[in-house]
């Protein structure tokens, strides 16, 4: 107790101590945000047209997905008894935005991007059971859920309804990562998370980093497949990151802005903290939309409430909030994408196109 005691600086209050939210709270807002931005780069094409996009748009999906299904992890593990996290969903609570937030993860996940990816390669499903022999025809067949028309009719439909969903799914986008940043908006008594600004920020800074994260995959999974970059591509993904990344810049400075404006004593609290630096390189952006999230987490609860002392923040390694899960969660949706291109490749190469047209004769 002694030594935890020499880490503060002033005077807290003894529950000002320890930090409650560690990095596994750092991790959560910022994968979600990844999910976000990455499905709002996949409705430039699908809703905006702009087809030059068009070889990210499976690749976006697929990443948005595996992303998404790792995003409550951190969650999970945070709790000390996660089966209670089902408890949202047999007695909701309505007037609380942290448990209708699984309500708002599902309807994104089963009702938004499951539907939209199904819809995507209902086709290419359909055509690799008919392709197919053994395990595999019955696993295709099984992920086809019955359906085996393909005609052009059918296709129609599928793409009306495809868009209609991803019309719909940006709202939702907007909605899954927003609420993250309304929770620490409303919270009245830390000055570094309360502020109007919160949500827009913390949208903007996921468009960023999702955009980023998927031009990076798209590069490094043409790299792996040895074929060329499609550079129309890469660049209207880069103006579009570059564009994202000026609002988003720009919302960071209103809100300082705002801060020295106000001029409290709250804002003197916050000026030992590094300010978040973003680059228009892929990785310095993930990076730097990732030290957003460390400084309004961690930061935001590293000074006293009574504003007259510091505490410090030391991440273990191998404990169950520590450095180790943290980078074992980062992995899993790679990982997990991994698997979701073997199964749904998100381009249609020499080699796929051959099988289908064998298929389609």
């Not at 992303?67 to 089902?86: D, T, Y």
């Not at 980093?209 to 043409?222: D, E, F, H, K, Q």
């Not at 590094?274 to 999230?293: C, E, N, P, Q, S």
Request: contains cysteine.
């Amino acid at each position: 107790m002694d030594s935890l005691l020499a880490q503060v600086d002033g005077f807290m209050y003894p529950n000002e101590i320890e930090l409650q939210w560690s990095v596994l709270i750092v991790l959560y807002p910022y994968i979600t945000g990844l999910v976000a931005g990455a499905f709002i780069l996949a409705s430039l094409e699908r809703v905006f047209n702009v087809e030059a996009v068009k070889p990210t748009y499976r690749l976006a999906l697929l990443t948005a997905l595996a992303f998404l299904l790792v995003a409550p992890l951190p969650l999970q593990l945070h709790l000390g008894h996660p089966e209670r996290s089902f408890e949202m969903y047999l007695t909701p609570k309505t007037d609380s935005a942290m448990a209708m937030f699984g309500f708002v993860y599902l309807w994104y996940l089963m009702g938004v991007l499951v539907v939209e990816i199904w819809l995507d390669y209902r086709k290419d499903i359909v055509l690799k059971a008919r392709s197919s022999t053994g395990p595999v025809r019955l696993f295709y067949r099984a992920l086809a859920l019955g359906s085996d028309d393909i005609g052009p009719r059918a296709l129609e439909i599928d793409d009306r309804v495809g868009r209609f969903v991803t019309i719909v799914g940006i709202p939702s986008a907007f909605l899954l990562h927003g609420y993250v940043g309304f929770i620490f908006g409303s919270v009245k008594a830390n000055p570094w998370w309360s502020t109007p600004l919160m949500p827009v920020v913390f949208l903007f800074s996921a468009i960023v980093s999702g955009i980023a994260l998927v031009m990076l995959v798209y590069m490094t999974v043409s790299w792996l497949r040895g074929r060329t970059v499609d550079m129309t591509c890469l660049d209207t993904i880069a103006r579009y990151l570059f564009y994202a990344f000026l609002i988003d810049f720009s919302l960071e400075v209103l809100d300082l802005i705002h801060r020295m404006y106000e001029a409290d004593e709250s804002f003197k609290s916050l000026d030992f903290m590094v300010k978040t630096r973003y680059a228009t390189a892929g990785v310095l952006t993930l990076i730097g939309i990732f030290a957003m999230r460390w400084n309004v987490v961690i930061g935001g609860q590293l000074f006293s409430k009574s504003f007259l002392g510091y505490t410090v923040y030391k991440m273990g390694f191998a404990t169950r909030e520590g450095m180790l899960p943290a980078i074992l969660l980062m992995i899993l949706p790679f990982a997990i994408l991994w698997l979701l291109i073997r199964v749904l490749p998100p381009w249609l190469g020499e080699g796929d196109r051959g099988v289908v047209e064998t298929a389609e004769g």
